[in-house]
C-alpha cells in the first residue's frame, strides 16, 4: 500500500511540475509579446532594424528551465504576436525574429546549463550575442533580404538604398550586413544580457518554486 502512495504522490508532483512549467513558459511568452510592441528604433540602421527587449523573459526562461522552455518562449511570442498584430513583413520579420532569437538565447542556456554561476551566465550571454550577430547576418545576406525583397517585389537595390539613406557606409548587401545587421544584434544582444544580469537573481527563485 505505502508502494502504491508514493508512486501516486511522485506521479502527482511530476503532473504539478508539468503544469507549472506550462503555465510559467506561457507567462513568459505573454510578457515577450507585450515587451516586443515597445520598439527603440537605431540611427544607423533600415527603420525596420529595431530593437526590443521580448528577449528578456526568452532567456530568463532558458536559465531557470532550460533551452527548450526558452524556444517554446520564443514560439509563443511570435505566435501571439502574429495573432494579435498581423505581420507587416509577409511574416519574413517574425520568422527572422524567432531564428535570430533563438540563436541568441539557446548557446547561453547550454553554456550556463554546465555550469550555473554569474561568471558563466555572462560568458553564455557574451558567446550567444556573438553567435546572434554571425547567425544574424548570414540570414539576412542569404535568406531573409531577399525574401523580404521578394515578397514585396522589389529588389535588393531598394534595401540597399534604404539603408545608404541612414548610413552613408552601406554601399551594397555586404556593407549593409556589415554597418547594419552585425551592429544592431551586438548592441541588442548586449541591450537583453545586461537586463537580465540585473534582475535573475530576484526572479529566478520563483520560477524553481516546486
Known amino acids: 500500500m505505502s508502494t502504491n502512495v508514493a508512486t501516486q ?19 513568459l511568452g505573454a510578457i515577450a509579446v507585450i515587451l516586443m510592441a515597445f520598439e527603440i528604433p537605431l540611427p544607423f540602421a533600415p527603420a525596420f532594424y529595431k ?41 519574413v520579420g517574425d520568422i527572422a ?7 541568441f538565447i539557446l548557446p547561453a542556456a547550454w553554456i550556463y546549463k554546465a555550469k550555473h554561476s554569474r561568471k558563466s551566465a555572462m560568458i553564455g550571454m557574451a558567446a550567444g550575442t556573438v553567435f546572434m550577430a554571425f547567425i544574424g547576418c548570414f540570414l539576412n ?12 517585389s522589389m529588389p535588393i537595390d531598394a534595401l540597399v538604398g534604404m539603408g ?20 544592431f544584434n551586438l548592441l541588442k544582444g548586449a541591450m537583453v544580457s545586461a537586463v537580465v544580469l540585473l534582475i535573475y537573481k530576484k526572479i529566478s527563485p ?4 516546486r
Not at 527548450?68 to 520564443?74: L, N, P, V
Open 9 to 27: 504522490n511522485k506521479s502527482n508532483t511530476a503532473g504539478m511540475s508539468k503544469v507549472r512549467f506550462i503555465t510559467q513558459v506561457g507567462m
Open 51 to 91: 530593437i526590443d527587449f521580448s528577449e528578456v523573459p526568452a532567456l530568463i526562461g532558458c536559465f531557470a528551465m532550460g533551452p527548450a522552455a526558452g524556444a517554446m518562449i520564443e514560439l509563443i511570442k511570435i505566435v501571439l504576436h502574429l495573432l494579435i498584430s498581423g505581420t507587416s513583413t509577409a511574416g
Open 97 to 103: 525574429n524567432f531564428a535570430i532569437g533563438c540563436a
Open 141 to 152: 545576406a542569404y535568406v531573409l533580404l531577399p525574401a523580404y525583397a521578394k515578397a514585396f
Open 164 to 183: 545608404t539613406a541612414v548610413n552613408g557606409h552601406i554601399t551594397n548587401l555586404l556593407t549593409f550586413v556589415v554597418f547594419a545587421v552585425a551592429p
Open 206 to 209: 520563483i520560477l524553481k518554486m
